[in-house]
């Protein structure tokens, strides 16, 4: 078994020492949403509202909410925070969950003795994401108008979308959901610069996600302070589309070629955002030029030589399956012609939870059969550097039990896919059934349970 599967094995019997629902990223880790003042601790838990107040005194308030400090009182005692069901599903089904993982990390366990000492106290994360922005030049379609402006401009246009509960509808964006423009005041990204400078030298892990991060001009402002304060145990990050105009492309490049260079940091980590191959994933994600992102993926594995990998997140869906095995062969692929003295190529594969009707869990039970050929293939192509680890085959599996686990309120979801791609159809001049034939039969049964909803 690999390090980082035994890690998260040591963490699981460590954590038990507090309690079965403990876990470090509660503490350490925090996803910041500046466009309209959110937090969680990692991704997995819903967002929810940084109070304002707090920050003039303590920008630190950012991530040390009332909220999260209760999860934590919760983690405990032993209680599972309702917050965190993401792991308790998985960890109910026996597998080992990102609560193992992540508190297994040693920018999570190494502050193991400091927490338990004074588990209510203010913390600096030391994995920290960050969303300045909503700037993005996609639509995917499990966005929304919160985190991409394209999507912001279009519901204003054409309004909700026709599903059973009106969805993405602009007036759920206004008041505290709205997103702060860039060029407006805003307190949470005010608080962020003046919390910056205490919490640099704690950081471990820096990631910038967006909207689109290389189209913001705070990347670059966090570009050139780590230039001018270089930090050798730093791992900056930052997630793309890969797939803005040319000259945002080579400004960014260029600034990460001179980070990369020399001992700046200690690594650069490229996530890019692409669920699986060709024209379906453009179609997964509107706007992705699919042949440009995948050419830019090499071109910066063979530019950016040192220091830095590159991770694939495959946000895995109900449309991301079918083509998914020729990702995974690009990915053995990648890893075959680039990795030599160290990995270059990473993915992981988080679960699509809503909208629920993009949700592996409502696709007949037929389609298992396409997530066995994948498991399959990985665990036919298994090695260390060039081919799939452990913990990538049992994170696939993980996320096939999970979809066999099913779900409720199925026709509902059924019809809503239909109701939501019919008019994605309509409104971004996308061909459902052309694009995935393979579904056309799925489609009719959707399409069955939309027309039974509308005339009931
Ligand atoms: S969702 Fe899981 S990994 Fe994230 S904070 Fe909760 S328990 Fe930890
Ligand atoms: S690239 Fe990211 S921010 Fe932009 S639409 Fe897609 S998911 Fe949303």
Redesign the pocket.
């Known amino acids: 078994m690999s390090d980082y599967y035994n890690d998260a094995v040591a963490a699981r019997t460590r954590l038990a020492t507090v309690s079965n629902s403990f876990?470090l990223?509660?503490w350490k880790q925090v996803s910041l949403h500046l466009t309209t003042g959110h937090t969680n601790?990692?991704y997995?838990?819903p967002l929810h509202p940084i109070p304002v107040e707090p920050l003039a005194d303590n920008p630190s308030a950012l991530h040390n909410t009332a909220h999260k400090k209760q999860s934590r009182t919760e983690m405990m005692a032993g209680i599972r925070c309702s917050?965190?069901n993401?792991?308790w599903n998985i960890e109910s089904q026996g597998n080992m969950?990102?609560?193992h993982y992540?508190s297994g990390e040693p920018w999570a366990m190494d502050s193991f003795d400091e927490i338990i000492l004074d588990p209510l106290a203010d913390v600096n994360p030391s994995y920290v994401e960050v969303n300045f922005n909503n700037v993005c030049n996609l639509k995917c379609s499990y966005c929304s108008p919160q985190f991409s402006s394209m999507w912001t401009t279009e519901t204003n246009e054409h309004g909700a979308w026709p599903t059973t509960v009106p969805h993405n509808a602009p007036e759920h964006f206004s008041g505290k959901r709205r997103a702060i423009p860039n060029r407006e005041e805003n307190p949470y990204r005010e608080a962020f610069w003046r919390w910056w400078p205490t919490l640099y030298p704690n950081l471990k892990h820096f990631r910038m996600t967006g909207g689109e991060p290389t189209m913001d001009p705070n990347t670059y402002r966090v570009f050139d302070y780590v230039l001018d304060n270089p930090k050798s145990d730093l791992h900056l990050n930052t997630t793309s589309n890969f797939s803005v105009d040319k000259r945002v492309w080579d400004k960014y490049k260029g600034y990460v070629q001179k980070l990369c260079e020399g001992e700046q940091i200690e690594h650069f980590m490229q996530f890019v955002s692409l669920d699986t191959w060709g024209s379906q994933a453009e179609y997964i994600r509107h706007g992705l030029d699919f042949e440009l992102a995948i050419n830019r993926c090499e071109e910066f594995i063979r530019d950016v030589p040192y220091r830095s990998s590159l991770t694939f997140i495959i946000t895995m869906n109900n449309l991301s399956i079918l083509s998914l095995k020729k990702l995974l062969e690009y990915i053995v692929y990648l890893r075959k012609t680039y990795t030599d003295t160290y990995q270059r190529v990473w993915f992981d594969t988080p679960l699509l939870y809503t909208p629920d009707w993009q949700s592996m869990q409502i696709l007949p039970m037929e389609y298992q059969i396409v997530m066995q050929d994948c498991i399959q293939y990985m665990e036919n192509n298994m090695h260390e550097m060039h081919g799939f680890k452990d913990y990538e085959v049992l994170k696939m599996q993980r996320d096939l039990d999970w979809m066999l686990k099913g779900t409720t309120d199925v026709e509902r979801k059924r019809a809503d896919f239909f109701k939501f791609f019919t008019e994605h159809d309509r409104r971004r001049g996308t061909d459902f059934l052309n694009t995935f034939p393979e579904m056309s039969s799925f489609w009719q049964q959707c399409e069955y349970y939309a027309n039974r909803s509308t005339s009931n």
């Open positions: 876990c990223a509660k601790s990692c997995h838990p917050d965190c993401y792991c969950s990102d609560r992540r």
